[in-house]
């Protein structure tokens, strides 16, 4: 498809929150020119550089791979680098930070509560004997590598975070990504660590606060699949519960 | 973090749920509007007679208790799940309230096949 | 609390988006929920059997008022009702069934269309068994 150079002008709004003077948010509504190629988030620097200094909202990469720029456009959860202002013309957009987070400011959310989730899952390799450098590589087979690949691909973008209402009901619930990455690493060959992990897994804020709404593999930008990852992990979780794990010696001890 | 108890639900409610969405509506579609308009099906389909001999053979009897008993766990699983996601605070009562209708109505088919005897 | 200090400067005051109304906000959600309801209407047509089995128990009298209750207006509504609920819970409970697998090298259509062809075929076989033969 021919990109069109010609500008148009669309309108976004945007949820404003400043946290010294608002009790709660309102929306600012912005005209902003732009061209076939140009992103979401171009769209978001344009107004902070030609209109509105004030605007506050997160990015980095500009390409899809950090994470960072997360947005909720028209109630979808989004990479805002990733989505361009093209498919949403004529209507206007809405974009509001990613649902389910405390607001710091503007777009711009706390991920606290995700950085303790990530690091309880323990998101490396868990083994039990330290392997001696001499011993060589860890050798993976192509189907060994692929049973974690898919879900090794996650940037912690938060788009699964705020499109689950389990989470959003009860942030107490692990939630999709780190509950995903805490299988990407059982599922490993090379790691040993089931056990350690089967506390968070077996809990009711584990894999059983997931009652399998699905969005949050729709939203995904890099195609995890917390949802497969969550769900076939209730079956291990119930294996462990009625004692078939120990019986299967997956997992090995402690 | 305690382990949680709710696989022993889930497996229940995943029971339920394969079987209805195996019988589920072609149960509802004979008992429920083929029988009672007369449509496709024999008029003495669900005759007393034949649901008495049906109800009295101990493989049936089995399949009624499954049924009903794996239906009600499911539906009032989901429910239960359902109030929480309507934002209605479900603790341990409404647990032992929900769970305990699926037990009791289980108890009352085994207790009905028993009265229907063999 | 979380070991990670807020970012912000101005730390303290946070806002939360409100959950009431979630559901309403998306399609999505409100597949999902229509999904999670059919499970009143299964709930409730399992009380239908259990109290049909009841007046079983208690004479053919009581079985027949049973059977004529099932064909007044209200009873067929629900029914209809049901049926499509019922459907609807059927087709997603095969739709989801692929992300309780195990990872598998086989397309999850696969897995949906097996359950749906499997729940198709058990449907007819049963509607079969009642029109020629079970005794």
Redesign the interface.
Known sequence: MPIDTTTRTIEIECLRYDPQTDTEPHFSSYQVPFSDDMSVLEGLQYIKDQLDGSLTFRWSCRMAICGSCGQEVNGVPVLSCHTFLRDYFPHKLRIEPLNNFPIIRDLVIDQNDFLDKLESVKPYLVTKLEKPLAAGPHLQTPQQLNRYYAYSQCINCLLCYAAC?QYG??SDFTGPAALALLHRYNADSRDQGWQVRA??I?????V?GC?LVGYCSEVCPKAVDPAHAINQN?VN??M???GVLKLMNKGGTE | ????S???F??LFGG???L??????????????L???GL???QD??S?DR???F?QHPLAKLA?LV??SL??F??????L??L??L?VHTGTGAKVAFYGVATL?TL??AG??L??GF | MSRYRSTAKTAARTYMQP??GW?TKNPYFVRY?VR?????L??A??????V???R??QG?AA??AW?AA??SPL??V???V??VM??Y??YT??DVMPKTAPDQPIDPKLITGG?IA??VA??VL??AA??WGA?
Not at chain 3, 36 to 40: K, T, V, W
Not at chain 3, 45 to 50: R, T
């Open positions: 209402p009901l009860n506390e968070v077996n809990a009711d804020a584990g059983w009652t209730k979780s119930a462990d519960f009625f | 973090m305690k382990p949680s709710e696989p022993i889930w497996m339920g749920g394969m209805s969405a195996l019988i589920g509506p072609v149960l509802i579609l004979v008992t429920g509007i029988v009672p308009f496709l099906l024999p389909t669900m007393y649901m008495l001999a109800a009624v049924v009903i239906f009600m499911h539906g009032c699983h989901r429910t799940h359902s929480h996601d934002g109505a009352l088919t009905l096949l009265v229907i | 959950m009431a559901w929920m999670e309801g059919s499970a009143l299964l709930t047509y399992a009380l239908v059997l259990l049909g089995l009841w079983l128990s053919a079985f027949d059977r099932l064909a009873s067929v629900f029914h209809a049901g049926l019922v459907v819970h059927s409970w095969f359950g499997a729940a058990v449907s049963i509607l009642l029109l005794p």
